[in-house]
Every structure is written in structure tokens, then in C-alpha cells.
């Protein structure tokens, strides 16, 4: 049992700098004024295999900041593939489950393109899957 | 191609069956009873009525060359329906379960079928002459929740299930003294009753509706997170594509060749798969021509340089807000397809005709032309 723990804990440092990494990268980009650069890396690996919270708040709140970065959705569109579309879904749901006002916004108008996009598989995708949540 | 037939029998229909010659139709209308109807001429008329179930007919299966009717239901019951004279005279099979059938379907042999149930478990009858009974034998604790559908493989001993903890499953269902050493291939007649083949892990939900192509070398299965997977060598050495699909979750899918997979479900209209030259498994088109489907509808999870391929296309121009509303109306079905069955007279290999019942209790026949 000890040494599960030990692993799990490893594991849960290694997540955690992973997502520092990723959070100056998004801040750099973001600086450089590239915000579908930044979102693509926001969503890039960012499927957890762990069913950690702290894990998966610490990637939300860069995976937010990301989608809050985002100006012009139609933009964002031609420049994002289609790979990440049903990862962003789900982050999308995550952002509206916060109630907060501009996030919602936000999160709404990116839904909006996207299911146009994507269809409504994108969304059965993204809400039936309750193994792999964001 | 399109729909050559459409039929409204009832309000809903749970599933439907057809006669060896095609002559008849069962289906059960949504309650405790099945009936069989026959073409006169122009119309439909209902020849006889099978009442001995207490609840919903949830599975129904017309054997071609024995002409037996099996239903099964969720009085957890089944009855084997045999035509002396010309009344249908039903056997009970007490098939030991504590919660509902669910699905049932005869072996390609037809001396065995298999029903899938809310009981987490999968049970295999056979006729036993001695006794003139059928009886159930039971794959237990191999699943984690509901089965909900099953199909044989052609060699009579594999059978593939579907489950809602998500998974698909191929079992040996090898019975001393029904089958042959010989029977199926050499490598799956070694194998004891109730094994378990493989198991596969591709979906995160509900799985629904499973088929094995006409050679048995490859599997399809459906997930209710609008994809569907396609298994290539189950036995020896899987390999899996799994094709996303845009729209709404399909609940049954049928192998017509080798290359070319229907699916039906909650998108009301059959959706059309192929596999091409390199065995790589997408969608082509919606069979009702009266849907336009957008020509971005598809991609393929696997292969993410198909991805930009084919979603970077743009829609067609429609308004936004007439897209999900306008959709099933206009089309043969106008609610969910829950079954599809193949139009087979005895000793045919292509099946180029089958047909489609869903919760609108329409029955409609299709037939593939030969762009496909």
C-alpha cells in the first residue's frame, strides 16, 4: 500500500510540473499574441490519467486561461484542427458547469461554432465519456 | 437508392423479424404481443397474433430454414414458436434469468440461440431431443452490466455481445453433443463453453448493436458516444479503427459484404460505412436521399491527417438554428431506428435488400443500388 501511495505521489509532482510547464508556455504565447497557439497548447495532453481534483483544477485554470485569451472565434476555427475538437468540448462544458458569468460567455459562443463545426457527436462525445473527465 | 417500401404497423415498434420466403413480417408493437402480418396483394394483413408473453417483446428472430419464430421478453421468458398446421405453437424456454431478455438471435446453424439480458448475463439454448426441451445454458460473470445485443459468428461457436459497461466481447459457445469438433475452425472448436475470446475495451459508454461481416474476419460495434469501431482478426491479432461519427449515436448496425457496414440509430436515418482498398473504415453517405448530409460529416479519430481533410470543408450554407430541427422529418423514419435486419432468402450470400423498424412503428425496406 505504501509504496502505491509513494508512486501515486510521484506521479501527482510530475502532472503538476507538466502543467507549470505548460502554463509559461501559454504565457509566452499568449504574449507573443498567439492565442490559438496558446489554446492548442492548452488542450494538447492535457487528458489527465489521473483521477486527482487538485490535478485537474490546476490544468483548468490554464486551459482557461487559454479559452478566456480567445478574441475572434471564427479565427480560431480556421486555424484549430479538427483533433482537438472533442477535447475542447469537454473543457467548454467544464467552463459553463462554473456558473461565472464571463466564462460562460465566453464558453457559449466558442460552443456554439464548435457544434456547428463538429456536430452533435462532438457533444455525445464529450458528455458520455465519464471515465476520461477534464 | 432509397426506401422501397414503407410501412406504418403501429405506434412503436420494439423489433421485427421476417419469414424465410419474406412473405411475413412479425414485430411486436410495443407491448406483451407479436404479430405476423402478410402482403395480399397491395396490403398488409395481419395473419396471426403470438400472445404468451406477459411484458414487452424486446427480441424477435425467424429462423430460415427451420421457419422457427424465438421471442424473448421482459417477463425474462422465451417462447420457440414452431408452425403445425397453421397455427404457431409456442415452447417455453426457461432461460434462469432475474431480470429481462433484452436481445435474442439464432445461431447460423439454428440449433442453437442466444439471448442477452439485463442480467448481465448471455444465456446459449439447445434443443435437447431426449427430453424435447430447450434448454439454457448461462455465461455468467463475465459482464458488468446489460448486454444488449449479440450476434454469432458464421462458424456457429464464436459469439460477439455488446454490454453497457462499454464493451464488446467474443465468447466460445461450444455445447458437447450439439456441436462438432469439426464444425467451426480449428482453432475456436478447442475452446469450452463459456470462454472468453477476446474483450474489447474501445469505448468509454454504452455499447450497442454488434455484427460480424459475412466472412466473420471482422467485428463492428457501436458506442452511444456516437462512434463505431470496426475489429479486423478478432481472434489472432485485433486491430481497431474507430470512425466518429458527427451526428447522433447508432443502437444496431449490419455487415452487408465484407466492405459495407448500415448503421441505424438516433439520427433516424441509416448512415453507410465502407472500408477502401487499405481497409480503412469511414463514412460515405446517409441512405434517405432526402436528408442532405453535409459533406464534412465525417472523420476518422485514428487518422489525423484524414481529420483536416475531410472536417476542414465547410458546411453547407444553412441557417444555424433550422439544422438540428429541420433533420428527421421529411425521411422514412421520424424517430430512432432500433433494428435492422437483413432481407436473406436461403442460400444467399449478399444481402442487397434489408430492413429498418424504430419508435415511430414504421417498417421500411431499403435496397442498395449499385453506386455502393
Redesign the interface.
Known sequence: MATVGFLEDENLEAIISRIEQKSRKIESLLKQSKPVEALKTALEGSLLKTKDERCKSANWIVVHRAIMAIKDVDAMFSSLDPEYYDILMKYLYRGLATGDRPTCDQCLKIHEKLTEKAGLGCILRSLADTINTV | MAAVAIHQFAQCITCHAWSPDQSMVAFCPNNHEVHIYKLFGEKWERVHLLQKHDQIVSGIDWSIRSNKIVTVSHDRNSYVWNQEASEWVPTLVILRLNRAALCVQWSPKENKFAVGSGAKTVCICYYEKENNWWVSKLIRKKHNSSVTSVAWHPNNILLATTSTDGKCRVFSTFIKGVDSRESGASSSSNLKFGEQIAQLDLS???AFGVSWSPSGNTLAYA?????IYFIEDVGSSPSAQNV??????LRDILFVSEKLVIGVGFDCNPMVFTADETGLWSFVKFLDEKKIAPSS?K?G?QF?EA??K???QS?PAIN?DT??SSRPRGGAHENCISCIVPLRKPGDTIVRRFSTSGLDGKVVIWELDNSI
Open positions: 468509454f459508454t454504452w458506442g452511444h458516444n456516437s462512434m466518429a461519427l458527427r451526428d447522433l449515436p460529416s472523420y479519430s489525423s481529420f483536416g475531410l472536417y476542414g458546411k444555424s439544422v438540428e
